[in-house]
């Protein structure tokens, strides 16, 4: 079963109307989408809590590995039924559909996962839905899901970037979408290195920006920061140290060239 690729909402994307106060999740959630009600290809029951989604198992099978292993264990087993004397058995499975608790999750995650990975829905992926389903995409193993959550981050956070100095993003912003980066964005085991997704390093993008930022403490701030790794840490302060040593090397190569002018202003005086 292919799927069509998803919609991201790139850096100039409008967005839809919603009402006062309400989230762009909350605005969807009340989408009525095709796997909220049960129909005829919809062989398994998703239950959040007391709520139902109605989805296909090819589906969630195609898309996530692990549930395609999950859905494969919860098969019914062959039963044998007998025919008569000298005939061979038969075995025949029951058609029952197959249940599946997540109550651990929320209903908006559940409801942004199945938008997305339904090729019924022409779903539009939003900076806020890729930070919903990023955890899942983890949790369920879906490749395709976390690289387009990815992308539409990039896009989003490059868009924040779009017409001012290097630097100027507020901290806390910056620091937010490098913990994603730093928790999600990774090459996976296998596959060769994708370099037009490499050129799209949401990662690189937070790093420099953080090294551009003048603040004086902005080295404390990310060594203390949490959900970042020691790793990340690491590269960030030796890349501000780098810029710091160069400013410096700078600036003793001007009074360098300085001293000859200030010789000669004495000579002449």
């Known amino acids: 079963m292919l799927k069509?690729?998803?919609?991201?909402?790139?850096?100039?994307?409008?967005p839809k109307p919603r009402g006062k106060g309400q989230s762009r999740s909350d605005a969807r959630i009340k989408e009525k989408l095709p796997f909220m009600e049960d129909g005829p290809f919809c062989d398994v029951i998703?239950?959040?809590?007391?709520?139902?989604?109605?989805?296909?198992?090819?589906?969630?099978?195609?898309n996530s590995p692990v549930l395609m292993s999950k859905l494969t264990d919860n098969q019914t087993n062959a039963t044998e039924t007998g025919g008569r004397k000298g005939q061979k058995k038969v075995q025949t499975s029951s058609k029952k559909n197959k249940e599946l608790d997540w109550s651990h999750i929320n209903y908006k995650d559940v409801y942004e996962m199945l938008a997305f990975i339904d090729p019924r829905v022409d779903t539009e992926l939003t900076d806020e839905?890729?930070?919903?389903?990023?955890?899942?995409?983890?949790?369920?193993?879906?490749k395709q899901m976390r690289k387009f959550c990815l992308l539409?981050?990039?896009?989003k956070f490059s868009g924040l970037q779009k017409g001012k100095r290097p630097g100027s993003i507020h901290i806390d912003t910056t620091i937010r979408?490098?913990?994603?980066?730093?928790?999600?964005?990774?090459?996976?085991a296998g596959?060769?290195?994708?370099?037009?997704?490499l050129r799209k390093s949401l990662r690189t993008l937070c790093v420099n920006e953080l090294v551009a930022n003048n603040n004086p403490f902005i080295g404390k701030l990310v060594a203390d920061t949490d959900?970042?790794?020691?790793?990340?840490?690491?590269?960030?302060?030796?890349?501000?140290?780098n810029q710091v040593n160069m400013v410096l090397a700078r600036e003793r190569r001007a009074r360098v060239d300085d001293k000859p002018l200030?010789?000669?202003?004495?000579?002449w005086k």
């Open 4 to 14: 069509s690729p998803r919609k991201h909402q790139g850096k100039g994307a409008e």
């Open 46 to 62: 998703i239950s959040v809590g007391e709520r139902k989604f109605y989805s296909n198992s090819g589906i969630l099978a195609y």
């Open 129 to 142: 839905a890729a930070t919903r389903l990023l955890p899942l995409s983890e949790e369920f193993d879906m």
């Open 152 to 155: 539409t981050l990039y896009d």
């Open 177 to 188: 979408y490098l913990k994603l980066a730093d928790l999600y964005e990774r090459e996976d």
């Open 191 to 197: 596959n060769k290195p994708d370099r037009s997704r």
């Open 227 to 241: 959900g970042i790794s020691e790793e990340l840490k690491r590269s960030i302060l030796e890349k501000k140290l």
């Open 262 to 267: 200030r010789k000669s202003m004495v000579y």
